[in-house]
């Protein structure tokens, strides 16, 4: 908002007729002040990717979180299976792609979903697909950057994991904490409490503190959302704060709209009342919304370009090159100088022979003072 | 309780009479009610369901108490029962409620094995009862009937249809004990969403042959009841033990911002159409159930298992006591046989260990034998040896003593030489003799004489005389 007030104001100095008095005042404004203003409008122009991933058991609402954040029906035609089919499956990956618009800023939206996961009976390392959907992007993405042609690269990268854990319980159960163990180094993980309407407000919030308790005693990486500038107000220092006290936020979807205190609002009709799904006293739909799209949705993807995806870059070079000196063999898939290794084995061998050139230097020196000497005497 | 209701008078002729008066038989079940009304009744609950689902809190909400129990964690590596008996009173009526409920169902990953100790578990209550019937000495009537006359298993209220592992648990179970499904925590289903649940559920049970327990219809008191819950299967609960107040009155609820969830509002959730159903309609026949069906089905599985048969090949029938005794006939010449055959591995053994003993014996005395001949040997050779030597030693000093006599009778030697040479030729060894003894006395001083006569006739005293030095005679 500042930048396009900043921009007018321009507009208006450079346009009107100059006033003599303002036009010491011009001397000292240069105008690079402008340039969040055309970051913004390149960005316009370009148009953004989002990639968002959604895990969790069947039946904990994701695709109605989903709908309810975008407020789309991208489900439309979805077959369910049935339990005797859930028993021996293998999870799926799936992904929807759309584009939305608001105020011309195009957003192009993919959601990953992962139906099959912890539905079987026996779910060892049923993560392992996802963990390999997610180094396939990040794989393809490496290979793109290092290509020739780099006019036109996908980001198809996960830039977000919404987690959904089920309410019923009493905390993570071993094959959530299994999951996002496997999944925190590689991708941003936000834990959901999903279906948070069969809690009470004390039952959620002993819920939330369980969680809080066993993702740090797990050790698990959750995102963390960023420090506050210190010269934002304190308004916004208070609402940070708020939203960080909230995590895992505890949530309800909805694909209906209900009619509510005179307005039509989404929401679960119940004989007992209605559930407002944008109502913060009733879950924390609306915190997850802003987190996600209105203020850290850019932050999301940086985390993810520069964190998760330089961890796997550095990882995958280590391990080519590694592999090189141990094969001798010209196969890698990108073109590249030969590094150093890290190898420990060839560390030691070259700082044996540095220590052998070093004593063998001192003795040719000693040597050469003795002749000098000689010649001397 | 009458297990089977056989027509007694199947047999017989049946004639219907009038009675005269009233005689007074109709106090027959009065007096069984309160026969068991004295004893007191016992009744066992099963629940299955996942960790945090709402189990302990459904039955403290039925029953009316707080049980006490501790929240279960998640991280159970398997799965175990735990089953815990309470005394309840109400009235008059004594109730021995045991509630049996499965921890750590539902957390692991891998839960292919998650039905197997609730299934051990019925078929353990299932043979102590089969144990203390086929007692000599039994009290039947004073046996705390563990068998499990209900089993409530919870479904999660995820709205789309049931979950694999429910599918397989509830398959086992069906055969074992009279299942009632639950869906949990109700108060998270709108109605319209509730109403495809649950016909999605029952879908999926009857295409799976999934038999669960069904309200009886066929007395005519309640059947009318039981057949209209028939069609509100599963129920769809809501359970709280905290009071809220709604109106002017305190009832059980759960508080949310949006509004108060009556547990006991029947527009709100099947709370109390389970109640009916379980305590207060149906607890006896789910007790009868048990017994009647599927006790009988495990004892029959379990003794046709053991060879037991109703008929024998001659379609004769078979007397319980009959087959016991020839199976007992058996087991015993079973035994027998075993002992045999151990004994006779154990003498043999004992043989075959002497048989070592006596070779060992035998080898270590020729051993010692052959050490004592050797020893022998070495003896004697030695002894040989000492012979030897000393024989040596002899002949070296008579040797000595000759060679020393030898050397003393050194200068005479010429003419004794000459003289014995003649005399030797003429007379044997006897003048040698002589001459030695001459030689013998002359060893004190060589004797000068020519003639032996003369040298016989001198003594020494005369030795010295010089003519006869010079050998003048």
Redesign the interface.
């Known amino acids: 908002m500042d930048a396009i007030m900043l921009q007018e104001k321009l507009v208006e100095r450079l346009l009107c007729p100059r006033v003599r008095t303002s036009r010491q005042k011009e001397k000292q404004y240069v105008g690079f002040a402008t340039l969040p203003n055309q970051v913004h409008r390149k960005s316009v122009k370009k148009g953004f990717d989002f990639t968002l991933m959604v895990a969790g ?4 609402g994701k695709s109605t979180l989903v709908n309810s954040l975008f407020l789309t029906d991208l489900y439309k035609d979805r077959k ?1 299976l ?3 089919e ?2 021996n ?1 293998t999870v799926e990956i799936i992904k929807h792609t759309v584009d939305i618009e608001e105020k011309g800023v195009k957003l192009k939206l993919t959601i990953v979903d992962t139906p099959g996961f912890g ?6 390392e ?1 993560w392992k697909p996802i963990t390999d959907y997610i180094d396939q992007q990040f794989e393809q993405y490496f290979r793109d950057e290092s290509g020739l042609n780099r006019k036109n690269i996908q980001d198809n990268r996960v830039h977000c994991c919404l987690y959904f854990i ?10 959530d904490v ?1 999951f996002m163990k496997a999944l925190h180094e590689k991708v941003n993980v936000v834990p959901l409490i999903a ?1 948070a ?2 809690l ?2 004390s039952e959620i919030k002993k819920l939330k503190d369980r969680v809080r308790d066993e993702i740090e005693r797990f050790g698990i990486k959750v995102y963390q959302f960023p420090e506050c500038d210190s010269d934002e107000d304190e308004e916004f220092k208070q609402l940070d704060k708020e939203l960080k006290e909230c995590c895992p936020f505890a949530v309800i979807g909805s694909n209906t709209v209900v009619e509510a205190r005179g307005q039509r609002v989404r929401g ?9 799904v944008e ?1 913060q ?2 879950c924390d739909f609306v915190k997850l919304r802003n987190i996600l799209i209105r203020s850290h949705m850019h932050d999301l993807k940086d985390v993810t370009c520069d964190m998760h995806y330089e961890n796997y870059r550095a990882q995958c070079i280590q391990d080519m090159t590694s592999k090189l000196t141990q094969d001798n063999r010209m196969e890698s898939p990108i073109p590249m100088l030969p590094l150093p290794t890290p190898d420990v084995e060839t560390d030691r061998l070259i700082k044996m022979k540095d220590e052998e050139l070093a004593r063998m230097q001192e003795m040719l020196n000693k040597m050469q003072q003795q002749i000098h000497d000689g010649k001397d005497q | 309780m009458a297990a089977t209701d056989v027509d007694i008078f199947s047999n017989e002729e049946k004639r219907n009479l009038s009675l005269g008066g009233h005689v007074g038989f109709d106090s027959l079940p009065d007096q069984l009610v309160s026969k068991s009304v004295t004893q007191g009744f016992c009744f066992n609950i099963l629940c299955v369901g ?5 189990k302990s809190t459904l039955m403290n909400t039925l029953f009316n108490t707080m049980f006490e129990n501790e ?5 159970q590596n398997g799965v175990c029962m735990r089953p815990r008996t309470y005394d309840l009173q109400e009235s008059n009526v004594h109730l021995k409620l045991t509630i049996v409920d499965t921890v750590g169902f539902g ?6 094995e ?1 039905y197997k100790p609730i299934v051990d578990y019925i078929d353990t209550q299932f043979e102590n009862y089969l144990q203390e019937e086929l007692k000599i000495k039994r009290s039947l009537f004073n046996y705390h009937d563990g068998r499990v006359h209900i089993c409530l298993y919870f479904i ?13 648990t509830m398959k086992k179970l069906d055969s074992k004990v009279n299942i009632i499904p639950i869906i ?2 109700a ?2 289903i ?2 319209s969403e509730l109403h495809k649940f649950k016909i999605k559920i029952m879908s ?1 049970l009857v ?2 042959g999934v038999q669960i327990y069904q309200f009886p219809t066929d007395d005519h008191a309640v059947t009318e009841i039981n057949s209209s819950m028939n069609a509100h299967l599963p129920f769809a609960v809501v359970g709280s033990v905290e009071e809220v107040k709604v109106g002017n009155k305190t009832v059980r609820a ?9 547990v006991e509002n029947e ?2 959730c099947d709370f109390v159409k389970l109640r009916e159903m379980l305590i207060r309609v149906n607890m006896e026949d789910l007790r009868e159930q048990t017994h009647a069906r599927h006790y009988e089905l495990y004892r029959r599985c379990k003794l046709e298992e053991m060879g037991f048969t109703d008929t024998d090949p001659d379609c004769q029938p078979f007397s319980l006591q009959e087959t016991y005794e020839a199976k007992r006939k058996e087991f015993m010449g079973d035994l027998q046989k075993k002992e045999e055959e151990m004994r006779q591995m154990f003498v043999n053994k004992v043989k075959e260990t002497e048989a070592e003993l006596k070779e060992k014996e035998r080898e270590l005395h020729n051993k010692f034998e052959q050490l004592k001949h050797m020893h022998q040997e070495e003896k004697r050779k030695v002894e040989e040896k000492r012979r030897d030597l000393e024989e040596e030693m002899n002949a070296f000093n008579r040797r000595k003593v000759a060679a020393e006599t030898l050397s003393l009778a050194q200068p005479l030697k010429k003419d004794k030489d000459k003289k014995k040479s003649v005399k030797t030729e003429n007379q044997s060894g006897v003048s040698l003799s002589k001459s030695k003894v001459m030689m013998a006395k002359a060893s004190v001083e060589p004797l000068k004489c020519d003639s032996w006569w003369q040298a016989i006739q001198c003594c020494t005293c005369l030795v010295h005389n010089a003519t006869w030095k010079q050998g003048l005679f």
């Open positions: 058991e069947s039946g904990m369910l049935n339990a005797e859930r028993i499956q539905d079987a009976v026996n779910n060892n049923c089920p309410p019923f319980g009493h905390g993570l159960r071993p094959v299994e279906k309407d069969c009470t407000p679960r009709l119940y004989p007992w009342g209605i559930v407002e109502n006293s009733h | 996942e960790t945090g689902i709402g929240e279960a964690s998640h991280y957390d692991q990953i891998n839960k292919e998650s999660a209220p995820t709205g789309h249809s049931l979950k694999s592992l429910d599918l397989v949990a925590k108060d998270t709108s109605k999926e295409s799976n759960r508080q949310y911002p949006w509004g108060v969830v009556q527009s709100h």
